[in-house]
T-cell receptor, first 114, second 109 residues
């Protein structure tokens, strides 16, 4: 089954404790992206990757890091989480290089930073 | 600066009637528009799209209309069903997708 998986689905952590949210896709897609969803703000792009070892900032990259060492994986790293990073996070992938057509989304990770 | 706006946060429609979800945009360089549907505890799923060179695209009960002069996009669902109850996001493309804030649709019996 073609899918994008994220782990964990739910995470409660404390300010400053480094965490990683994993994302994996089995569709051999070149393009992957991370979004955060906040009430009244819709989906905002954090980082994206056009291919292995190629990453770039989206609209809200502050406080986040990513890596793309393998085509299927695109982890999101919060080196020092803060309460304003409490949000619902989605990973997405696309077979279109520009990533701006149909994207397939993971189920989401709800992060709470206290 | 919200380039893609969904001004109605929620919409309630009776089963069998038409649901109309609206989306406005400001950037005339957008060349492709998409609608996504999102159920609770799931990621958004692609629903329907339209190129900027067209003014209508239909897929079963779902039709998207594009009015470029008004920079307005709408999604029509006819007839609406309870299973259509979800949050709907419109998105517009330049070199990336820019999403609206979403409209929560509730279809009641």
């Amino acid at each position: 089954e073609a899918q994008v998986t994220q782990n964990p689905r739910y995470l409660i952590t404390v300010t400053g404790k480094k965490l990683t949210v994993t994302c994996s896709q089995n569709m051999n897609h070149e393009y992957m992206s991370w979004y955060r969803q906040d009430p009244g703000l819709g989906l905002r792009q954090i980082y994206y990757s056009m291919n292995v070892e190629v990453t770039d900032k989206g609209d809200v990259p502050e406080g986040y890091k990513v890596s793309r060492k393998e085509k299927r994986n695109f982890p999101l790293i919060l080196e020092s989480p803060s309460p304003n990073q409490t949000s619902l996070y989605f990973c997405a992938s696309s077979g279109q290089l520009a990533g701006a057509y149909e994207q397939y989304f993971g189920p989401g990770t709800r992060l709470t930073v206290t | 600066d919200q380039q893609v706006k969904q001004n109605s946060p929620s919409l309630s429609v009776q089963e069998g009637r038409i649901s109309i979800l609206n989306c406005d945009y400001t950037n005339s360089m957008f060349d492709y528009f998409l609608w996504y549907k999102k159920y609770p505890a799931e990621g958004p799923t692609f629903l329907i799209s339209i190129s900027s060179i067209k003014d209508k695209n239909e897929d079963g009960r779902f039709t998207v209309f594009l009015n470029k002069s008004a920079k307005h996009l709408s999604l029509h669902i006819v007839p609406s069903q309870p299973g259509d109850s979800a949050v709907y996001f419109c998105a517009a493309r330049t070199d990336k997708l820019i999403f609206g804030t979403g409209t929560r649709l509730q279809v009641f019996p």
